[in-house]
């Protein structure tokens, strides 16, 4: 889906890259990225800041500033299809991809929105389509914003021999999503997120991960309270703007079934 946009390099990298690594290579990926100007302090309770400012000069005021960030490449999402079968595998799952804002872009709100409602634990419309009909034993969406892209997701399990209903199904609730999505609907997942944000502030871990991801990322400071009205502002008509044209069509599909009975 990524084709050879870095989005689609392993994180692990693979068995032949491995061997490959030099330790001299190593070193200069270390001195380029790992730098002062590529290095993001995030600090979240009661700190004093003057103080943990004289810390972090004292300790890392040595450091070389490095290579600086690196350039993004631009990506150009592929479409496709992967079928796989493995016989370690007793049921069927399906996957999808789709392109969807950037992290960059104020549309990630309403895309976090739709996904919830097209796609949450419980109570959306892929969990009343497919769960509460027996036709699948999972079935989520998810949106993902990413540093100069994004994607939406889709993912569903079941009876193999039931996977060809259940994406089909899967497509008509994406393709239906802008016209039966309700202002109840988004009040609902509003609220919802609303309070996992706040629950997560209380968390020293993630409050420092959402603001160092933010200013990675954006080079921006936005308070909790500021998120959360952005939140709250996103209505019916932004909802569908986002999904106007196709947009939750699935550009890259995923199967993976056990083989079928001799």
Not at 30 to 53: E, H, I, K, P, W
Not at 110 to 130: C, F, K, P, Y
Request: charged letters at 25%.
């Amino acid at each position: 889906y990524h084709g050879d946009h870095p989005l689609g390099y392993r994180v692990l990298g693979t068995e032949q890259t491995i061997k490959n690594l030099t330790r001299d290579a190593m070193q200069r990926y270390f001195d380029d990225r790992y730098g002062a100007s590529t290095t993001t302090v995030a600090l979240s309770g009661n700190v004093d800041l003057d103080d943990a400012c004289r810390r972090l000069e004292a300790l890392c005021g040595g450091w070389p500033p490095g290579g600086g960030a690196p350039a993004r490449a631009a990506r150009v999402p592929q479409r496709g299809r992967s079928e796989l079968v493995d016989e370690r595998f007793d049921r069927g799952y399906l996957f999808t991809l789709a392109p969807g804002p950037a992290a960059q872009s104020d549309e990630r709100y309403a895309a976090s929105l739709a996904a919830q409602v097209l796609g949450a634990s419980d109570n959306s419309t892929l969990h009343w389509a497919l769960i509460e009909q027996g036709i699948a034993e999972e079935a989520q969406a998810g949106f993902e914003p990413s540093d100069g892209s994004g994607e939406f997701q889709v993912f569903a399990a079941g009876d193999a021999d039931r996977l060809p209903e259940i994406e089909s199904i899967v497509q008509q609730q994406t393709a239906s999503l802008a016209e039966s999505v309700t202002e109840q609907d988004l009040a609902r997942i509003r609220s919802r997120f609303a309070t996992s944000f706040t629950v997560s502030a209380e968390r020293p871990s993630d409050g420092m991960q959402r603001l160092g991801r933010r200013w990675t990322m954006l080079g921006e400071y936005r308070s909790l309270d500021e998120e959360l009205e952005r939140i709250r502002a996103v209505t019916l008509d932004d909802i569908a703007a986002l999904l106007a044209g196709d947009r939750l069509t699935p550009w890259m599909v995923g199967t993976l079934r056990p083989p079928s009975p001799a």
